[in-house]
């Protein structure tokens, strides 16, 4: 079973736009990851935030996190065509798990 | 460095056969996972091994799926007794340690049961 889900599940915007997309999980977490991918293959992790962080940058990237409400949001800036791919948040569960739980993904795309 | 590698990159094979997928994670990583993706759906976990030993095999959906990792390092999951509904991408990731660090995955093997 996944743990969460994102929202929106599709999203579709210009080049230069801002695109923000949201993770609700259930369960108490060690951390919060979020990660790429293109064509349905190979993830490729963006960025870790811990349960004890509420905000995060990295380049284009910021992540928040709000462990009161169980969510997480995922904010791209100046978007380019080049991000155009799914993206999912993935839960760590505390108390010494180590799986990841994905949510189903929103699938965002650019158009130059 | 090398990253995570998995071979086949695709397996097509009849139902009711056997298959092995193979993962070589990167070197010095003693996490090894596997998840397996559907169409459309995000990852889902199916087994975790620290080091040798398999620590968590709750995502094993029944006993036609097994992995091992009998050195350590390189990891097969074997699947008898293929079914349609197997079909999907298998990914592999390996990590340093146990719990919050991130993880680091392979290009998946797409498995596909006619």
């Known amino acids: 079973s996944q743990q969460g889900e994102e929202d929106p599940q599709a999203l579709s915007i210009q080049e230069g736009e801002n695109a923000t997309m949201n993770c609700s999980y259930k369960?108490?977490?060690?951390?919060l990851q979020w990660y790429r991918q293109n064509s349905g293959r190979g993830l490729v992790h963006l960025i870790l935030?811990?349960?004890?962080?509420r905000e995060k940058h990295s380049g284009r990237l910021r992540v928040t996190l709000d462990t009161s409400k169980k969510s997480s949001s995922l904010l791209i800036t100046a978007s380019r065509a080049a991000d155009t791919a799914s993206y999912f948040c993935?839960?760590?569960?505390?108390?010494?798990?180590?799986?990841?739980?994905f949510g189903a993904g929103t699938r965002l795309a650019v158009h130059p | 460095g090398a990253g995570v590698s998995q071979t086949p990159s695709n397996k097509v094979t009849e139902k009711g056969k056997y298959v092995e997928l193979r993962c070589d994670p990167i070197?010095?990583?003693?996490?090894l996972y596997w998840y397996r993706q559907s169409l459309g759906q995000g990852p889902e976990f199916l087994i975790y091994?620290?080091?040798?030993?398999?620590?968590?095999d709750s995502g094993l959906p029944n006993d036609r799926f097994f992995a091992v990792r009998p050195e350590g390092s390189v990891s097969t999951l074997k699947i008898q007794r293929t079914e349609r509904g197997d079909s999907a991408v298998y990914l592999c990731?390996?990590?340093?340690?146990?719990?919050?660090?991130?993880?680091?995955f392979g290009p998946g093997t797409r498995l596909t049961v006619t």
């Open positions: 070197s010095g990583h003693t996490a």
């Open positions: 993935a839960t760590g569960p505390g108390g010494g798990y180590n799986k990841l739980i």
């Open positions: 990731a390996s990590s340093l340690d146990d719990g919050s660090s991130r993880q680091y």
């Open positions: 935030i811990r349960s004890n962080e």
């Open positions: 369960t108490s977490i060690n951390n």
């Open positions: 091994f620290q080091g040798t030993g398999a620590a968590d």
